[in-house]
Nanobody
């Protein structure tokens, strides 16, 4: 049974940092693309970052480029999203998702598996 579980969200002040984790079970991350998405109240789900675990290529949205970093830990079957210099507008529920793919995948409708989400709130 494929399962993705996110953790690491919370409340942080502007300029602060958080690291989100996405633990995969029921499959190994090889040959998959893992994406991080976020959804704020009243807004559409937005692609934040993606990692192709086949070739290591990455994608970042313009809004997070230079501040967020996606990475993996093979031994833990886990993908991380390190978020630095957080802004109020980064506040959202963050989801990780997986799809079998050799390349990065940007659009949420292309993903097959989703986690339950973790809340990130950036506020002073």
């Amino acid at each position: 049974q494929v399962q993705l579980v996110e953790s690491g969200g919370g409340l942080v002040q502007p300029g602060g940092s958080l690291r989100l984790s996405c633990v995969a079970s029921g499959f190994t991350l090889d040959y998959y693309a893992i994406g991080w998405f976020r959804q704020a109240p009243g807004k559409e789900r937005e692609g934040v970052s993606c990692l192709s675990l086949s070739d290591g290529s990455t994608y970042y949205s313009d809004s997070v480029k230079g501040r967020f970093t996606i990475s993996r830990d093979n031994a833990k079957n886990t993908v991380y999203l390190q978020m630095n210099s957080l802004k109020v507008e980064d506040t959202a529920v963050y989801y990780c998702a997986a799809v079998r793919s050799w390349v990065v995948v940007r659009h949420p409708y292309e993903y097959d598996y989703w986690g339950q989400g973790t809340q990130v709130t950036v506020s002073s």
